[in-house]
């Protein structure tokens, strides 16, 4: 590479980010409405000590992050927990101007040694499929829970005609159960391409897969679980605060749907916060009339568990070297 473009990447594409960033989330928090009394909500909160726990649960979120990514990494080349905790808020900050996402990587590789970043893109996709993976399973419970089991919590399953309640139900549950397989026989897949010449060059990046056993995969998964349980509590201590009274086990299976419609909803990071927003009062609004409490919680819980980490991470890809110039 030439050595002005690698000068040019270095000392430019982070403090770029960083303005991108920053202007894009303040235009969107800037343009929704209700939001000065939303913020001044969250803003009468402060007092709560509920308020400052959902703040150190969001550490505690990203630090399990941060402990898979560091067992993931460690498959090729030794990674303190530090350095991992830095590498998931740096993806966090380039995962927030993509689909989905999707860029979560492009981050997270500016910490692993040249020589072992394509391999550790690999590795990032086992860390999200796990995620992906308990997000699934928890709200096709919460699904099922509510549809055809709790007579007391109905109105949800009432957005949807019975038929494309059914449709959407099994279709969840059947993506669910592939993306298990899936998660489960990585080594076999990787096996299975190795025997397709055509396939070659992408087997070699990839065949690191083929290390990880099933108890290695259960841990990954075990650390997303515990993960999943910690921003779905801070959501409902969020939702308290804001004065929003639902049964804490209803809100729980309500929150395990509003987190799969996040899930699978095509969206860019920089610009969820209305598709956020819209899905948490189209779930929640049959059981509370709320709907700034909602509206206040939802936004809250984007701005500690997203925007800040994503803050942190654009600041911080400021002082390292995205490429070498020798």
């Known amino acids: 590479m030439n050595k002005k473009v690698k000068i040019l ?6 403090p770029l980010l960083f303005i991108i960033l920053s202007w ?22 402060w007092i709560d000590a509920r308020l400052w726990l959902v703040v150190f649960l969001m550490l505690v979120n990203w630090g399990i992050e941060a402990r898979k990514w560091q067992k993931l990494v460690q498959h090729v080349q030794p990674f303190s927990f530090y350095r991992a905790f830095k590498s998931v808020l740096s993806g966090c900050s380039i995962t927030m101007l993509t689909p989905n996402r999707i860029g979560e990587y492009g981050g997270r590789i500016l910490y692993v040694d040249d020589g072992n970043r394509i391999k550790a893109i690999s590795l990032t996709i086992v860390g999200s499929i796990s995620q992906l993976l308990v997000t699934m399973i928890m709200g096709c419970a919460g699904l099922m829970l509510l549809k055809y089991f709790s007579q007391t919590a109905s109105g949800v399953t009432t957005i949807l005609p019975p038929f494309w309640q059914t449709v959407i139900t099994s279709l969840s549950i059947a993506l669910t159960v592939l993306l298990l397989l899936f998660y489960v026989r990585l080594g076999w897949l990787v096996r299975t391409m190795e025997k397709i010449p055509a396939l070659d060059r992408i087997v070699r990046h990839i065949a690191i897969l083929d290390e990880f056993n099933n108890m290695q995969l259960l841990q990954i998964l075990s650390l997303s679980f515990v993960r999943y349980v910690v921003f779905v509590l801070q959501y409902l201590l969020l939702l308290r605060v804001m ?12 929150l395990t749907i509003f987190y799969l419609v996040m899930a699978v909803a095509p ?23 709320n709907q700034t409490g909602v509206s206040a919680a939802a936004l809250g819980i984007w701005i ?11 600041l911080l890809i400021l002082s390292i070297k995205i490429v070498k110039e020798r």
Do not use: M
């Open 243 to 254: 004065d929003v009274e639902i049964a804490a086990g209803l809100a729980f299976w309500l």
């Open 24 to 45: 894009t989330l303040y235009r969107q928090i800037i343009n929704r409405p209700n939001v000065g009394t939303q913020w001044q909500q969250i803003k009468s909160s």
């Open 267 to 289: 969206t860019f990071a920089f610009i969820e916060l209305p598709v956020r927003l819209s899905a948490s009062w189209a779930i929640f609004q049959f059981y509370t009339g």
């Open 304 to 314: 500690i568990n997203l925007v800040i980490p994503a803050i942190i991470g654009s």
């Open 9 to 14: 990447i270095n000392y430019f594409l982070g």
